[in-house]
């Protein structure tokens, strides 16, 4: 259907912020990197022209914010740390990493992305900051961006943890690894400390045996089941909080779960409830069908702006619904936006799909906030 | 050769089949005799060979207009005529939905269904031309619910790959405006609340633009806030004797109807003024009210760009910033499930045979006839 769109932006790495903003309402600040400027160097070390700051200087890093400016090695180590520091970055949820990666692994991937992503973020004479959700508004025609407002959110007590980060093995600590730039390989927000939060989990599960629906109906507490209405029971259970509609195939729906686990957990409590009742239950191709994340981008949208410049992918009719539905080609996903700045995101069979749409949406919504 | 032939004339078995003018024939190739001719099928015969093939399968559709797609066409002009739209658009419109009923899910929709698309079609060619045309104006022309509406339209966006602009609000204003009966006397209409149709309409423009600016219109049905923003207008244009009008007076006066989000949109308008005012310094000293602001929205329309500049510098709409802590579960997923809790969701068999009795009680009673 809609071919590419015309005024596309730069065909870059996901992660690479693609949209520059036509006004700069950062005020430049020596000892601080604008995104406009972050934007630039990206650009030119793509272009292969020198540099207009210095080379020691990561173009791909846009905000990290070190309250310790004297310390930037143990920063940058504390900064891998996934959950073991209240540092700077506690905030930074990184529960979406699978699960099936033990904690050494997960911080050997998180070092291997930082490698390749933030080779010079850390060097003596910089201090770049994380825009972390902070408690100032960052309404519309508001010159105080999140960046100049992570300060507030920084825990006083945290350069303490921060000195205190226990060495990674595997970590190399070369900041001035190469600049080539490289996809990492786990999906860290970087252009903003927001993570989407996943909301509700669909997935489906095969019982593999027909069903009496009536009798499961009749033998437990926590289902309805109304034939003239819908052919299948209804069925609760308090702890994950979901609801499962059980067909007489056998073919089970579980909806409501906050996380895969949480969802794979609460359809093997109805497999067994079923169990219970005397079926021979089974648990067959549990599969995750849809995935529901929301966030908040903290920031009024222009709307109208938006549908304007990628009409191919967005329908905003204010008459029928406020919120404009943008479909992102890839990943396949298609995101809810607000003006008042929350996003939903829907759509996705797995958590890095909702991470890379609100990757790639992020710098699109940023260059329609009110200038 | 085919087998057995011998020509009539010299007797040769060497027989060929020609064609003549496409008419098979039997030819002797010693003396150019015909021996037979092909024979002219007739109707009858060929008759035996056909077989039934239904109207979908066959290429009647694509060779006829059928009588559901004459109908749709015809009730598409029928609603630029009553729109009273320029003639040109009425071809669009029907280029719309014939385009859209050569995809088989239009042609096999419900009757209700290629009803919202006649409206789909015209509503599509007056966004395109920039013609204020709304959605709530469709339905209601066509009896059609907003829902199955919305449903159709997007499907038929999708379908034809269209780029619909959105609807231009200054067109709107001014249709919308000029829709009033405020611009003279009449038996409801009392001698003071006449306007001028120029000086309601320019205003209710400078505050609908203003309304935009402030974020009133993103997100939001853009009607409400004209109707709130020609309130406004006319309100302020006499203020002495139309104060004591309210929001739903005027809109009788008016015979428009009044949509219910108008009233949010004038507090809101009226908050959006009242900050300004706060910026003027004659009439910081007045201490404005909602009501009062309402005689100075001519000197605040007049200055609204600094205004807006300086009331709003400091980013509007401030939001309460709670940050949700993510809450990080600890599920694996592969929990061992205890047998007492999967038990709990259980009825014990005493229980059983007390709902089983309830049930049946409960449907003796409903199937017992009411005594007379």
Not at chain 2, 202 to 228: F, K, M, N
Request: charged share 20%; proline share 7%; aromatic share 6%.
């Amino acid at each position: 259907m809609p071919s590419a769109p015309s005024r596309a932006p730069r065909p870059l790495a996901y992660w690479v912020i693609p949209q520059l903003p036509t006004a700069d309402p950062l005020p430049m600040d020596e000892e601080t990197e604008t995104y406009l400027e972050l934007y630039l160097d990206q650009c030119a070390v793509q272009d292969d022209f020198v540099p207009p700051r210095s080379p020691l200087f990561s173009p791909v890093v846009p905000y990290v914010y070190t309250p310790n400016p004297s310390n930037p090695e143990t920063t940058f180590n504390s900064h891998l740390e996934s959950k073991e520091t209240s540092g700077n970055f506690s905030s930074v949820d990184l529960s979406f990493l699978p699960d099936e990666l033990t904690q050494e692994n997960k911080d050997q991937a998180v070092i291997r992305s930082k490698h390749e992503t933030e080779e010079n973020s850390e060097t003596q004479s910089q201090q770049s900051r994380l825009p972390l959700p902070s408690g100032q508004d960052v309404g519309p025609g508001s010159d105080s961006s999140s960046l100049s407002n992570s300060r507030s959110h920084l825990h006083p007590g945290d350069a303490n943890s921060i000195q205190s980060a226990p060495a990674k093995p595997n970590c190399n600590s070369s900041p001035l690894a190469s600049i080539t730039p490289m996809t990492p390989m786990t999906p860290v927000s970087e252009c903003c400390g927001i993570v989407p939060q996943l909301q509700n989990i669909v997935s489906t599960v095969n019982l593999a045996c027909k069903l009496d629906l009536k009798k499961i109906a009749l033998h437990a507490k926590n289902a309805e089941y109304n034939p003239k209405r819908f052919a299948a029971v209804i069925m609760r259970i308090r702890e994950p909080r979901t609801t499962a509609l059980i067909f007489s195939s056998g073919k089970m729906v579980c909806t409501g779960a906050k996380s895969e686990e949480q969802s794979r957990l609460a359809a093997r409590k109805y497999a067994r409830v079923v169990q219970k009742l005397g079926f021979p239950a089974r648990f067959l191709d549990f599969k995750i069908q849809n995935m529901v994340g929301s966030c908040d981008v903290r920031f009024s949208i222009r709307l109208e702006g938006l549908v304007l410049t990628h009409q191919q992918f967005s329908s905003y009719e204010p008459e029928l619904f406020p919120g404009l539905i943008y479909r992102m080609v890839k990943p396949r996903i298609v995101l809810l936006i607000f003006v008042s700045g929350k996003v939903v995101l829907t759509g996705a069979k797995e958590r890095s799909e909702i991470y890379e749409a609100f990757e790639n949406i992020y710098p699109i919504l940023k260059g329609f906030r009110k200038a | 050769m085919p087998g057995g032939g011998r020509c009539p004339d010299c007797g040769s078995t060497e027989l060929v089949e020609d064609s003549h003018y496409s008419q098979s024939q039997l030819v002797c190739s010693d003396c150019g005799c015909v021996v037979t001719e092909g024979v002219l099928t007739t109707t009858f015969s060929d008759e035996g060979n056909l077989r039934e093939v239904t109207y979908s399968r066959s290429t009647g559709e694509n060779e006829q207009v059928s009588r559901s797609e004459q109908r749709g066409l015809r009730r598409v002009r029928d609603l630029c005529r009553v729109l009273q739209l320029p003639p040109t658009f009425e071809d669009t419109a029907v280029a719309y939905y014939q385009k859209a009923y050569r995809h088989s899910g239009i042609r096999a929709a419900r009757l209700q269904k290629k009803e919202v698309l006649v409206g789909c079609c015209v509503l599509i060619t007056c966004r395109q031309r920039n013609w204020p045309l709304t959605m709530g104006t469709i339905c209601t022309l066509l009896y059609a619910d907003l829902d199955v509406f919305s449903g159709t339209y997007m499907q038929l966006v999708k379908l034809l790959g269209l780029d619909v602009p959105s609807l231009c609000l200054a067109e709107l204003v001014k249709t919308y405006c000029s829709s009033f009966k405020l611009f003279q006397a009449s038996p409801s209409v009392p001698a003071k609340y006449v306007e001028d149709k120029e000086k309601m309409l320019s205003r209710t423009l400078q505050l609908v633009e203003l309304a935009d600016e402030t974020w009133l219109v993103t997100g939001r049905h853009p009607l409400p806030v004209i109707t709130a923003a020609a309130f406004l207008a006319w309100q302020s244009l006499q203020p002495s004797y139309r104060l004591s009008c309210s929001l739903a007076r005027f809109c009788k006066s008016a015979n428009v109807d009044l949509p219910h989000p108008a009233s949010s949109r004038l507090q809101e308008l009226l908050a959006v003024l009242l900050r300004m005012a706060k910026q003027l310094a004659w009439l910081q000293v007045l201490k404005l009210d909602k009501r009062s602001v309402v005689k100075h929205i001519g000197d605040l329309l007049q200055h609204r760009h600094t205004l807006v500049r300086a009331a709003f510098q400091d980013g509007m709409g401030k939001r309460p910033r709670i940050c949700p802590t993510p809450t990080v579960s600890t599920v694996t997923g592969d929990e061992n499930i205890s047998d007492s809790e999967i038990e709990q969701y259980l009825r014990t068999p005493q229980e059983i045979r007390d709902f089983q009795r309830a049930q049946a009680a409960g449907q003796a009673a409903t199937s017992v006839p009411n005594p007379p």
